[in-house]
């Protein structure tokens, strides 16, 4: 396994064209695979396939229309052959002043010589004694 500058440097490109309110890369990006998934934050985000999430992404960029920033800290990029992954600590700024600050995680296949998500998944941290959850 290699670290890779490569992905670190894709996600970074994609969260800055997703604070510009830019979704052109998402059907370049998105694999077109039924397998493709992507797991949000909310229970009702579970999407199969690589339309669904491309669809999904690009609702999301646009609705925000350049209005909410997603800045990516700490990123840590990896590949092994044509499989790569990564993960960061992101911040979602809101016009209101809120911030969000999911856990990202994401796997790449490279596909025609392009990296194209597979899988990603946003989590927001929540202390395990905060939901019950306890080894005691």
């Known amino acids: ?9 894709l ?4 969260f800055a064209a997703a604070t510009g309110g830019d979704s052109s890369q998402i059907d370049d990006r998105v694999a077109s695979l039924a ?3 992507l797991i949000g934050s909310d229970p009702d985000e ?3 396939g690589g339309a669904q999430v ?7 960029v646009e609705g925000a229309g350049g209005d909410v920033t997603f800045t990516p800290a700490d990123t840590e990029a990896f590949e092994h052959g044509d499989v ?7 911040t979602i700024s809101l016009p209101n002043g809120k911030r969000i600050t999911p856990r990202w995680t994401a796997v790449f296949l490279r596909i ?21 959850w306890s080894y005691e």
């Open 54 to 60: 491309s669809a999904f992404l690009r609702g999301e």
């Open 1 to 9: 396994m290699d670290i890779s500058l490569e992905l670190t440097q």
């Open 11 to 14: 996600v970074t490109d994609w």
């Open 112 to 132: 025609g010589g392009s990296w194209q998500f597979v899988q990603t998944h946003a989590s927001i941290a929540v202390r395990n004694d905060q939901v019950g």
């Open 35 to 37: 397998q493709v998934r």
């Open 84 to 90: 790569g992954w990564a993960a960061t600590k992101l």
């Open 46 to 48: 579970w999407l199969e």
